[in-house]
């Protein structure tokens, strides 16, 4: 496989090295996204991040973000993607490019924009599939020319450039064709520098299709302590290895405690994703599988990671510092350094939890040893070689919890310009620092002592402080004798000096500046995040609501129509924001409706029938009953009316096939709503016979009334079998004076088939357990069920519910996105304008509504983090015209699992406030049916 796709690339790839204009580099690359942060910092954060040792940064390019609508391209402002590599260039980073077209990143649709969903079936998406590709092509002829003009050799530092993400848990069908098409495209756009694509479950050849020039990486999300992690890492670098390539990680944890490992096993490229973190400003979030298994992701992105959205170092970017240090220290030699795959060393003493030592034979001799502790508590043990060295020459070394060491052995001193070696340290060398009359040295260790053994055969002479050393000939053995920083000090022939500082690791961690001397100036920081203030954003609030049911939006039609079933949103031009819909269901003479059900919806279902409100659910792309009381039609009105707020909080980043909503093609807004006019628990009385004594377990066959079948409860039959496979059939007769029916297989387990009038009707979905059997049902009559259930013994197979009813119809639909929201929160048309309130404030349940105020900046300039209290509330907040965080407060069933950062709070960035006073906009939404919602605070933070 070829390492680089054109001859004229500055990068070149060797199975233990990447080399950069003829330099091995060791690249350590946080994740950096231009649509996250603000553009007034994005230079701000770059130099954050050299300043904590990174060289090198990873960036999405989101397809979607540039072009919302088909043909209406964006880069201007926070768009602006070419000033941002420009600034990245100026800044020092090397840049890896992520131009999807798919890119995860638990954003909007993966990237993909949404009116690709819109274009039928014809469209597969990351597939070798003529139409979609035709779409690719128009994106890539736009960001490719701007990632040309920014790769390295050509005035910019992009190094690398990524095709597609993760394709391994797609299961596409041809992944050598596909991603051949995206190779094409690329190098046919003048990319020079190594195309790559990342395998996100180990799947290589799945991931690459192993496609000529298109070089696999590995993304790696492990337990950090998981004692098998190297075993695996080193698996993968040996696979590589064989194609001439080396080991690069495009993601994996943020802790460098787990960067440490994979260094040990070789990996050339560290890339923990989101090491800065940021925030998913307007309808740019995403739902996934991280919940149970539906999750929204919030408006703060942050993963915990060295920097927060508002710009603070966490202690984290100090360990980085730290390991950045090492690598510069010991520079080309390490960054081409290569496995050890003979384990020269091993350990005695307490060895539990603690995994190595692990080898790196440096370019140039000697070796470095990674030891890591996974234990809760410290580990003292000693290291022995199979020559019978021993290190240390007597006692033990002590590695604290959750502790990292990567030591030095035989490795020459020539390294930094002396002569000599250090034979072997039990302290880690973090720091070679030249000066103008000699070099620095700086170790550390975790705890007391630390032993060093030096080979220098040019000292004069020598004077210590807080360290014992023996000297035998040319052999130097330095001991730290107590807690102070130790400083040993060499005067060497032709008139240089070498020193050796010994400090413990939080000195390290902390130390700005180290001097021939031996002086360390450390400063340890704040890492408060949230700083003591006696300062308020001083706001004062108006609130405006509207009558229980109005949406409290100016909102455009985009469709009407009579029939009972509808067009995705996406169909109708809508792919982002909130849409309402309103239609009537007939009722028939003399019933009532008993609820609701909504077929085929997502993602935020918030229900009302005749102007009552019924509840907010979360359908994940299926279906969801609420129950009504007392809904008649009104003939004045031609029967039941209905309106339903639906909210795209975002398509899915992933493809997860337990809900609708999760498969990456997925839709949104809703199917049909149906009055539910009657509902029968069918659950009694199936007649059961196991699928062996029918022809290959025909469920269809099985209709015959034979009066020995045995006739249970559904699913209700004791089986002797582990693995029942079993047909349970009913026979009942249907309603006349309804239109729609609907089973409801309620907390069933396992894999079911329904059969109707002998017609496959399809699996039944555990996690989406409604079936619409209408097209085999006549109204009246007989309808024959079969179900073909296969499960483990004690799976339950629930309950069997029918729904009968009627579709509304009659459809009138609306849509509100930024703009329409905006001009409706400017306006006085909702009713109810109220005098500035005080907080806390109560919203009946189902009540939407407007706060307004004006904040000015912070005393620092920064900004604002403001903390939400309150509870069944969801929150659309606006800082004048971009949405900086969307929200939904603990409270109602409806709520889904929240992730990808804090809930309950949002950014207010403090360049958007230089000079003047922002207009805060918070559109409420009152979703919980059984309480009041409630907002009792909003804490402004300075940043």
Request: charged share 20%.
């Amino acid at each position: 496989m070829s390492s680089h796709v054109h001859a004229e690339s500055v990068v070149r790839l060797t199975p233990e090295s990447v080399e950069i204009d003829g330099e091995s580099v060791i690249l350590l690359c946080a994740s950096l996204f231009y649509f996250r942060i603000p553009r007034e910092l994005w230079k701000e954060r770059m130099l954050q991040l050299k300043a904590m040792g990174y060289n090198c940064i990873d960036v999405y390019f989101p397809w979607n973000y540039h072009e919302p609508r088909e043909g209406e391209w964006d880069f201007t402002g926070m768009h602006d993607a070419e000033a941002f590599l420009r600034i990245a260039a100026e800044s020092g980073l090397w840049v890896v490019a992520r131009p999807g077209p798919y890119i995860c990143s638990e954003w909007d649709g993966g990237g993909l924009p949404a009116y690709l969903l819109a274009k039928g079936p014809e469209i597969k998406l990351r597939e070798y599939d003529p139409g979609f590709l035709e779409q690719v092509a128009k994106w890539y002829g736009v960001i490719l020319p701007i990632l040309r003009r920014h790769q390295a050799g050509e005035g910019g530092s992009v190094i690398l450039v990524q095709l597609d993400n993760e394709l391994d848990f797609y299961g596409c069908g041809d992944p050598e064709a596909y991603m051949s098409a995206l190779r094409d495209m690329a190098v046919a756009h003048g990319i020079k520098v190594p195309l790559i694509a990342c395998a996100g479950q180990g799947g290589i050849v799945q991931a690459t299709g192993l496609a000529q020039g298109v070089i696999p990486t590995c993304n790696f999300y492990p337990d950090d302590r998981d004692p098998e992690f190297e075993a695996k890492v080193l698996h993968y670098r040996a696979a590589l290895s064989d194609l001439g390539l080396p080991l690069m990680v495009t993601e994996t944890n943020r802790s460098h405690y787990l960067l440490r490992r994979l260094l040990s096993a070789g990996a050339k490229l560290l890339g923990p994703y989101l090491q800065v973190s940021g925030t998913n400003f307007g309808f740019t979030n995403a739902t996934n599988n991280w919940g149970r298994p539906l999750a929204f992701l919030a408006s703060d992105y942050d993963f915990g990671g060295m920097i927060s959205p508002e710009g603070h170092i966490r202690r984290e970017g100090y360990e980085g510092r730290l390991l950045a240090r090492l690598l510069q220290s010991y520079g080309p030699a390490l960054a081409a350094a290569a496995v050890d795959p003979h384990r020269l060393w091993s350990g005695e003493g307490d060895m539990r939890e603690v995994f190595g030592p692990f080898g790196l034979r440096l370019k140039g001799g000697g070796s470095l040893l990674f030891l890591s502790n996974g234990a809760e508590e410290a580990r003292s043990f000693a290291l022995r070689a199979q020559d019978g060295r021993s290190i240390p020459t007597a006692g033990t070394l002590t590695l604290t919890s959750r502790g990292s060491l990567i030591l030095p052995v035989d490795v020459p001193l020539s390294l930094w310009g002396v002569d000599g070696k250090v034979i072997y340290a039990t302290a880690e060398l973090y720091w070679a620092k030249p000066q103008d009359e000699g070099m620095v040295l700086a170790f550390h260790q975790a705890v007391d002592g630390g032993e060093i053994a030096l080979d220098l055969d040019n000292v004069l002479e020598f004077e210590a402080n807080a360290a014992a050393v023996i000297r035998e000939n040319d052999r130097f053995t330095i001991q730290r004798t107590g807690a102070e920083t130790a400083c040993i000090r060499f005067r060497l022939k032709g008139g240089r000096q070498l020193t050796v500082v010994i400090s413990d690791r939080l000195k390290a961690l902390y130390a700005e500046s180290v001097s021939l001397n031996g002086e360390l100036t450390v400063t340890e920081p704040d890492f408060r995040e949230e700083r003591l203030h006696d300062e308020g954003a001083g706001v004062s609030w108006k609130r405006s609501l509207a009558k229980q049911g109005e949406p409290a939006v100016q909102a455009q039609a985009v469709g009407e129509t009579h029939d009972s079933r509808l067009e995705p949103l996406e169909r109708l031009g809508v792919y982002r924001g909130f849409a309402w819909y309103e239609a009537k269901a007939a009722i028939p003479e003399g019933k009532e409706a008993a609820g609701v059900l909504v077929s085929k919806a997502g993602d935020v279902v918030s229900l009302y029938a005749s102007g009552r409100y019924a509840g907010t659910f979360t359908p994940g792309g299926g279906t969801v009953y609420a129950p009504l009381e007392n809904a008649r039609a009104e003939p004045d009105r031609g029967g039941l009316p209905i309106r339903v707020r639906v909210e795209i909080w975002g398509h899915s980043n992933f493809d997860d096939i337990r809900l609708p909503g999760l498969r990456l093609h997925s839709k949104k807004g809703l199917e049909s709503i149906i009055a539910v006019t009657g509902i029968r628990d069918i659950t009694s009385n199936w007649r059961m016979s196991p699928a062996a004594e029918h022809s290959a377990g025909d469920a269809a066959a099985f209709q015959a009334e034979e009066s020995w079948h045995r006739v249970v409860g559904f699913g209700g039959w004791l089986s002797d079998d582990p693995y029942p496979d079993e047909i349970y059939s009913k026979t009942l007769t249907t309603s006349a004076d309804v239109n729609r029916w609907t089973l409801h297989f309620q907390n069933l387990r396992g894999k079911a088939r329904l059969f109707v009038n002998g017609i496959d009707a399809g699996l039944i979905h555990p996690c989406d357990p409604f079936v619409d059997v209408t097209p085999h049902v006549v109204p009246g009559e007989t309808v024959h069920l079969a179900v073909r259930l296969q499960r483990m013994m004690g799976q339950s197979a629930g309950r069997v519910i029918l729904y009968e009813g009627v579709s509304a119809a009659d459809y009138v639909i609306r849509a509100a996105e930024e703009p329409e929201l905006l001009a409706s929160a400017g306006t006085e048309a909702a009713q109810d304008l109220q005098e500035p309130i005080q907080l806390p404030i109560a919203t009946d349940p189902g009540a939407v509504g407007w706060l307004q105020g004006v904040v000015g900046n912070s005393a620092a300039g920064k900004g604002w983090r403001v903390h939400v209290a309150g509870s069944g509330l969801k929150l659309t907040v606006f800082m004048n015209e971009t949405i900086v965080g969307r929200l939904w407060l603990p409270g109602g069933a409806g709520r889904p699992v929240m992730t990808g950062g804090s809930a309950d709070s949002f950014y207010l960035p403090g360049p958007w406030l230089d000079r003047k006073e922002a207009r805060l906009l918070i559109y409420l939404e009152a979703v919980d049916p059984q309480a009041s919602g409630r907002l009792e605070a909003l804490d402004f933070i300075p940043v």
